[in-house]
């Protein structure tokens, strides 16, 4: 269990690009659900009796294991709790991915439930207002030339949604983020509250590539692993979210062309549609074409059903482009 202790206590002076490649490591190998198995059968959830964190004195501690601290020499068992409750946390705030991952593969409904509302209670508070200070401090550092402006994001202590808008010919068009109760167990819920210069289908699109975007890694487990990292973010964030809802705004304003598949410029990994089918000149995103390729088990272009040259596919602005 220390050496968990130590495996994630490393993330939290890593930059994000390592913490992802950390996850990455802790993903391939496998380690994180024998871990969470053992946790949840020593502090009872397994048998449906969850270790009351109030009542062992848990709370003020903030959940931060220190191995210096005097309950280690006085009670061996509240030091095994306080160690294993603090990796549960470690676990959501840098590994949320693999979290949920694992807890959605659970069989026992007793046990889910017991994790659902023991996280609820003492844990997604704390992450719930790290998220909302990470919304925050994005708005706050956001850049904007001359030809755009700034998101407005509305972040309130009282209430679970973070309100979004930006204003175009002096209206607003404007989303809400909803994080919910067991957050991060549970995704975080998109809505669209004004909809301004976009179609729907359009608009539609912008909204789940903003909640892909926050989204983590198990929304596409049951996609190739190849695909499933080009689809999402390892731990995507709320500020992810932000940053597609603003992109896709900026590029719809100035013109680009959206995906034909999603219906969306920005897509939820922050990328550019860059491929081209040689035949109908749509453009797709990469992720979108390899979910349909893999959903239709051809490799063919989804608008027009011509064979898709992957290889020769970019959207190069070559003489047939123009004219297309």
């Given at each position: 269990?220390?050496?968990?202790?130590?495996?994630?206590?490393?993330?939290?002076?890593?930059?994000?690009?390592?913490?992802?490649?950390?996850?990455?490591?802790?993903?391939?190998?496998?380690?994180?659900?024998?871990?969470?198995?053992?946790?949840?059968?020593?502090?009872?959830?397994?048998?449906?009796?969850?270790?009351?964190?109030?009542?062992?004195?848990?709370?003020?501690?903030?959940?931060?294991?220190?191995?210096?601290?005097?309950?280690?020499?006085?009670?061996?068992?509240?030091?095994?709790?306080?160690?294993?409750?603090?990796?549960?946390?470690?676990?959501?705030?840098?590994?949320?991915?693999l979290a949920k991952t694992w807890f959605?593969?659970?069989?026992?409904?007793?046990?889910?439930?017991?994790?659902?509302?023991?996280?609820?209670?003492?844990?997604?508070?704390?992450?719930?207002?790290?998220?909302?200070?990470?919304?925050?401090k994005w708005a706050d550092e956001q850049?904007?030339?001359?030809?755009?402006?700034?998101?407005?994001?509305?972040?309130?202590?009282?209430?679970?949604?973070?309100?979004?808008?930006?204003?175009?010919?002096?209206m607003m068009m404007s989303i809400a983020?909803?994080?919910?109760?067991?957050?991060?167990?549970?995704?975080?819920?998109?809505?669209?509250?004004?909809?301004?210069?976009?179609?729907?289908?359009?608009?539609?699109?912008?909204?789940?590539?903003?909640?892909?975007?926050?989204?983590?890694?198990?929304?596409?487990?049951?996609?190739?692993?190849?695909?499933?990292?080009?689809?999402?973010?390892?731990?995507?964030?709320?500020?992810?979210?932000?940053?597609?809802?603003?992109?896709?705004?900026?590029?719809?304003?100035?013109?680009?062309?959206?995906?034909?598949?999603?219906?969306?410029?920005?897509?939820?990994?922050?990328?550019?549609?860059?491929?081209?089918?040689?035949?109908?000149?749509?453009?797709?995103?990469?992720?979108?074409?390899?979910?349909?390729?893999?959903?239709?088990?051809?490799?063919?272009?989804?608008?027009?059903?011509?064979?898709?040259?992957?290889?020769?596919?970019?959207?190069?602005?070559?003489?047939?482009?123009?004219?297309?």
């Amino acid at each position: 269990m220390l050496s968990w202790y130590l495996v994630y206590y490393s993330f939290s002076s890593a930059s994000v690009k390592v913490q992802n490649d950390y996850a990455e490591v802790l993903k391939s190998e496998k380690v994180v659900e024998p871990l969470l198995v053992l946790l949840f059968d020593v502090l009872g959830h397994s048998a449906g009796k969850p270790l009351d964190i109030e009542r062992r004195g848990l709370t003020n501690k903030s959940f931060e294991y220190d191995v210096w601290d005097p309950m280690v020499d006085t009670d061996p068992e509240r030091e095994m709790q306080w160690l294993l409750v603090d990796l549960w946390f470690m676990c959501l705030k840098y590994t949320p991915d693999l979290a949920k991952t694992w807890f959605l593969s659970l069989k026992s409904k007793q046990t889910t439930l017991a994790i659902t509302t023991w996280t609820e209670k003492y844990f997604s508070p704390s992450l719930i207002s790290e998220a909302k200070d990470v919304a925050s401090k994005w708005a706050d550092e956001q850049e904007a030339s001359d030809d755009e402006k700034k998101l407005l994001v509305r972040v309130s202590k009282n209430s679970p949604s973070i309100a979004v808008g930006y204003e175009i010919d002096e209206m607003m068009m404007s989303i809400a983020m909803i994080l919910p109760n067991s957050y991060p167990l549970e995704r975080v819920e998109v809505k669209g509250v004004n909809r301004v210069a976009v179609k729907e289908a359009t608009w539609n699109g912008w909204l789940r590539t903003i909640q892909g975007a926050t989204m983590f890694n198990v929304s596409s487990h049951s996609l190739p692993t190849a695909l499933a990292l080009l689809t999402y973010p390892q731990n995507g964030t709320v500020a992810d979210g932000l940053s597609v809802f603003k992109k896709n705004i900026v590029a719809a304003l100035k013109g680009q062309t959206e995906c034909s598949i999603c219906y969306s410029i920005i897509s939820s990994d922050k990328r550019m549609p860059d491929k081209r089918c040689q035949t109908c000149k749509n453009l797709f995103h990469a992720n979108c074409l390899f979910k349909w390729f893999a959903s239709s088990n051809a490799s063919t272009c989804p608008m027009c059903r011509q064979p898709f040259n992957y290889a020769a596919s970019p959207a190069r602005r070559t003489r047939d482009d123009l004219v297309g």
